[in-house]
Every structure is written in structure tokens, then in C-alpha cells.
């Protein structure tokens, strides 16, 4: 509807000195759209958003928004914060509702309020700003890879929180799970033409398939008909006329651009997914084996892991699982021969070699060139897992132009500092590949070709990241750590993890449900827990009916526009409702408890 549309653009174009970025683009943001938005790098989507941000100018067209339009964005550079707590650098945002999400966020993100703000890592840092963006009013939000240094279970509470937020949200995101769960939109920018699909990420491998395979069709109908004005023009009329002369020359125009689009075509279905085999071969070649193994640091009395036992083969495909924190990076230098083990026994394999692919992009010091990272030994040439390869040949596997391989790192964004440092990695591979979360800032298209060039990988690979449908397309087996020290193992990619964890779930409701059926013997209990007992179910069962009712008027769309203060009346009751819910069932499985060991007593 024309009421709910927010922006537009119409007939743009936006140049950078003499390249072209956008030539007659038109675009409409309305209402309620969650638009995935999804490109090569280099295609504009940043362009684009700093655009509806107000940030960039056009050289042509015309650009239009709703009066007094406020657009949060998220994005790569951030404004600096000052030396103070976390809560203090919200001072300029905080109202009586965001001082009530200020905690919600910390919490759910995994962040102390009262910690300082200089004190924080890189990627607490990003999280703070994070929340900036989430707390700020605004009708628009811009999401650049808001997902980057995120675990899985602050992933999930982000797309489950931005399904429900009553805003127009442009989301750009590697992260193809996190896109196909919340957005019901798709902005594809593909060869300079804007591409839009109302039916979500969710659908997008096969509805880009579906418009390339028209292309295909008339590619092939634009190649019959050129083939018959050449087959008349190659003839040798003999009467030149003008007429046929322009007929000569409007044949060969049309096989000169026949042949850039099917070049262009060919270019752009390489992007399509590959399909990975998840089978792992060759099982009796250990490269590794830890028996009971316990792993702590000096001065720490905590154990980092404990009591792990595993083999790991030749051909093994591991994801590793698990909060920030909880033991990932320390199992990978335990590997590599980098930590001692506290306890238990490590066999590694004799000259055991992996390459490392590090996420803080330690490799990339320095001014050297593409080629001097690629080739520092000199030269044109490199070995590529075994055989030479031109290194401007290479770097078009990874989407580098060749002529920029003199090019400095220090020119190149963060999603090509990536690419460079996989292709220098991948170059040779050695034993195996660790991966240290190598999808942060990668366009979907070098996703794509990374999960190719990893499906024919022939070693072992270990990978960490919290990219659910990369991990899905790589690996055949998970290693889950817990926060506990403990880690548990499971067989299968992403996807079997996650139905083994559902399943482990409800038998435990189950068990639950089942000990709670049997008849308590009330009778020796003091009348308060009998009380107790009998009335916090009733309780319960009226606080979840009230709180389904506020869920429910929360549906309404507008409710947000049209009545704010109802809005946040609604929700901050659900948030009383929620702590209200959280304290009878913790204090009910308490008093449960409590009847059970004082049954067990006067057996």
C-alpha cells in the first residue's frame, strides 16, 4: 500500500569517479519489510545503505521519504565511545524503556552493564554498539553483518528479537540461517540491476536459480537469432547496399553483446551452491587421539575441558560448537602442540602440519601487496596444493581483479583482507585446516566458493564458527563445548546437533512430567508446602494465560505507530509477567525437591 511506503528511489544513478555503481535504480522500503540484502562485495550494498542513511549523494534521480524519517545503522565503522561503563555510554538514549532493555541486551548478549567500555575485546565492543543501534528510534534499521563475533545462542535471541520488532529492517549478513529465519524480503543486487523477492532468504537459492535459468533460455533464443543474421551476413551479399551493410554491422554489435552477457551469465552462476559430501573415509588413520584429557592455564583452578576423549581421523570434518569463552580456541592449540594437557594422554600424529586460519588476520601486517602475502618467496607463481598456478590466475578464484595484485592490503575492506588471507591458507593446505570463524565479513558468493573449495579438500578439517548453514554444507561431525568444561560429541553437521539437542530436551521434560505425576505423600509436609504444592500450578497456569493474552495484542503491527504508550505498557508488562513466571516455576520445582528428599527420609 502507497500509505505504508517509507522510502523510494527512482531512475538513481551514483557514480565513483568514472565507475558506475547504480544506473536507474528504483527501489520502495515500506512497512514491516525484513529485506535481506545480498550482493557480490563491490556490488554496493554498502553504497545502498549509506544512501538511505543520508550519508551519500547522487549524481541522478530522484530520492524521497516519509517526513521526518529516522534510520538506525549498524555498520562496519563505528562513532567512538567514551572510557566509561557500558550503561553510561547509553546515558544519551536512555528513557524509561531502554533503561529496562539496556539489561535485556547486556544479558542476552553476554555483556556486563557496569564493565568498561576500554576494557572490552574487539567483539564486546561490536556488541555494545550493537545495542546502540538496537536502542536507538528509528523507523529504518540498517544491520551491516550484525551477526559477526556473535555464539549461536546470542545468533538466535538476535533473529528472534528482530521478527518481532515493529521496524522496516535491510539486513546484510553471511549468515544464510540468520537471514531465512526473520526477513520476508530480498534485495539481490546482481550485475548492476536491483533484483526483488517478496518471499524471504528463505527462498532465495531457489529463486535465483529461477531467474538465472530464464536468462539461460533467452541467452540461448538471443544465440539462434544472431546465428541467422551472421549466417546471412557471412554469404558475401554481393549488392552492399546501405541497408545491408547496417544490417552487417547490427549483426556483429549483437554478437559483441551476446557474448559480454553470456560471459556475464557464466560469471554469475558460479555463485550457485555447491553440494558437499558428508561422509567421512578412510576412519582407521588417526591423526589424533585424546583420552581423557584435562586442560587448564597456570593460576586458574577451573579446567578449561575435562575428561576428553576422541579420535580424530585423516578425513574428519569437525565444527566446533560453543560460547565465546567456553574452550574452542584452547582445544585448537591443544592440537597444534601449543598447550600442555593437566591431565589424561594426547597421541598426534609424527610431523603432523595444519594451516590456520586466523579471524584476527595476523598474517596481514605490514604494506605488503596481494602478491607479496600470496607469493613472498618472489615471483609469478605458487604452489596450489601441489601444482604452480599463476598468481593472477589464483587471485580470480578468490574474486581479486588481477590487475590489483600489486595492490596494498592496507586498500582492501575487511571482507578482502578475509578472501586473501583464505587463499593464501588454502593454497596449501598441509595435514589439514583449522578455520577460526572464516565466514566474518564474506559475501554469499565467496561463501559459496569457499564451501566449494572445501568440499574438495582432502585432509582433515576443523572449523569454528557459529554460521549454522556453512557448518550444515562442511562438516560431519560436532563437538559441543560447554560452559561446564564439559564436551559432548555428536555425528552429523549443524542440523543433527540441533535435533539431538531437541530430542535430549523433551526426554528430560518427559522424565519430568512422569515424576510429577506420582501422587505426593503430602501429608508429612508442613501445611505451607502443602499450600505451596497445591496452588503455585494454579498460579502458574494464570500468569501464562495472561501473559499469552499481552503476546497477543503485541501481534498488532501497528500498535507501535498508532498507540506508543500503549505499546510500551504492553510491554513492560510482559517483562513483569515473564520475571513473575521465572520465579513461581523456579520456586515450585524447589518445594518438589523438597517433598521428594523428605519422602526419601521416611521411607
Known sequence: MVSDLLFSLRDVEIKFGKKVIFQDLNLNLHKGDMIALVGKNGVGKTTLMKTINGDQDLDAGELWNFPNLKVGYFNQKFEKLNNKTIEENFSDLLNEQNKYFVDIFCNKLNLDKRANFEDLSGGQKRKVHLIRSLLKDSDILLLDEPTNHL??????????????????????????????????????IDRGKLRVSPRGFKDFDKWSEELLDQEYRELRNRKQFVNIELEWANKGVKARVKRNEKRLKRAKELKLQLEKDEASYRSAIKSLRPQVSKKSTDQSKFIAELQEVFVKYPNQSEFVFKNLSIKISKNDRIGLLGNNGSGKSTFLRTILNEIKISKGKIKLKKNLEFSY??????????????????????????????????????????????????????????????????????????????????????????????????????????????????????????????????????????????????????????????????????????FKYQYELKELPKKISIIQKKLNYYLKELKDTNLYINNYDKYLEITNKIEELNQELRINETRWLEVLEIEENFNKKNQ
Open 151 to 188: 555464539d549461536l545462542q546470542c545468533i538466535e535471541w538476535l533473529e528472534s528479537y528482530l521478527r518481532n520488532l515493529n521496524k522496516t529492517i535491510i539486513c546484510v549478513s553471511h549468515d544464510r540461517a540468520f537471514l531465512s529465519n526473520f526477513t520476508n524480503k530480498v534485495f539481490w
Open 357 to 526: 586460519f586466523d579471524q584476527m588476520r595476523n598474517d596481514l601486517n605490514g604494506r605488503k601487496s596481494i602478491k607479496d602475502i600470496l607469493v613472498p618467496s618472489g615471483g609469478d607463481y605458487l604452489k596450489v596444493q601441489g601444482r604452480d598456478r599463476h598468481v593472477c590466475s589464483y587471485v580470480k578464484d578468490f574474486q581479486f581483479d588481477p590487475k590489483n595484485v600489486n595492490h596494498t592490503i592496507q586498500t582492501l575492506s575487511g571482507g578482502e583482507q578475509n578472501r586473501l588471507l583464505l587463499a593464501k591458507v588454502l593454497a596449501n593446505p598441509k595435514t589439514g585446516l583449522i578455520l577460526d570463524e572464516p565466514t566474518n565479513d564474506l559475501d554469499l558468493e565467496t561463501l559459496d566458493i569457499l564451501t566449494d573449495m572445501l568440499s574438495r579438500f582432502n585432509g582433515t578439517l576443523l572449523i569454528v564458527s557459529h554460521d549454522r548453514d556453512f557448518l550444515d554444507q562442511t562438516v560431519n561431525k560436532i563437538l559441543y563445548f560447554k560452559d561446564n568444561g564439559k564436551v559432548d560429541f555428536f555425528m552429523g553437521g549443524y542440523s543433527d546437533f540441533l535435533n539431538s539437542q531437541s530430542s535430549n530436551k523433551e526426554k528430560k521434560i518427559n522424565k519430568k512430567n512422569k515424576s510429577n505425576t506420582i501422587k505426593k505423600n503430602l501429608s508429612k509436609l508442613s
